[in-house]
């Protein structure tokens, strides 16, 4: 499969824990994106990467969110003390910029549970 | 009808019908769209999407069209079948702002057999 995977694909914590996600783009896409969805809501952009660089976070990324893409492919979202708030799907998605079209492929999430 | 919590408007057609899969965006400055199809407990799948510089986009049993007057966008899907039943949304870009996508609300399409 050489679509955008995402690990895991579910993970129930409890709240105040710390918790990772892993995106793999497509490869050489050099743009990856994080988006939060909330039940029966659309995604909403969270930050996104060109390459190593942060280029945007969204105002919903609170301090406690952290996301790195140290070599410019895969990327890493930790959320640190989680709050029930927290509990969303988590999809990352990846675009090849620079060749006319920047269409965003996403990835089957990951699914968070705050108890 | 408007969306409230978590009830997404429902568009319930035969199958074999066309659907037209209706979407009002919200910025006069995003130049690229796109319809993303999303099935329980999967990401959006990308269907279709047009530039701004067209009106109309055909795909394989897919149809786009923009009217960038009235800001609205449309995805008629010809022929429905069991399979296309998913969310679907609607999705804009700024290209020359930023590359985020907008999303829509999602409308809840239903085949029935």
């Known amino acids: 499969d050489t679509g955008v995977s995402q690990d895991p694909r579910h993970k129930i914590t409890k709240r105040g824990q710390n918790v990772t996600f892993r995106c793999d783009p497509i490869s050489e896409h050099n743009r990856l994106y994080w988006y939060r969805q909330t039940l029966g809501q659309g995604p909403e952009f969270l930050t996104y990467?060109?390459?190593?660089?942060?280029?945007?976070k969204s105002r919903l990324l609170s301090d406690r969110f952290s996301a790195e893409r140290p070599k410019g492919s895969f990327s890493t979202l930790e959320i640190q003390r989680t709050e029930q708030g927290d509990s969303a799907m988590y999809l990352c998605?990846?675009?090849?910029?620079?060749?006319?079209?920047?269409?965003?492929?996403f990835g089957p999430g990951t699914r968070l549970t705050v108890l | 009808g408007e969306s409230v919590g978590l009830h997404l408007p429902t568009l319930s057609v035969q199958e074999g019908d066309n659907s037209i899969i209706n979407c009002a965006y919200s910025?006069?400055?995003?130049?690229?769209f796109i319809w993303y199809k999303q099935e329980s407990g999967k990401g959006p799948q990308f269907i279709i999407d047009i530039r701004s510089n067209m009106d109309k986009r055909q795909g394989q049993r897919v149809t786009v069209l923009l009217n960038k007057t009235v800001k609205h966008l449309s995805l008629q899907i010809a022929a429905t079948q069991p399979g296309d039943s998913a969310v679907y949304f609607c999705a804009e870009i700024n290209t020359g702002a930023n590359s985020k996508l907008t999303f829509g609300k999602g409308i809840t399409l239903s085949v029935r057999p």
């Open positions: 998605a990846s675009s090849l910029a620079g060749t006319g079209t920047d269409t965003q492929y």
């Open positions: 990467f060109q390459n190593e660089a942060q280029l945007e």
């Open positions: 910025n006069s400055a995003s130049d690229y």
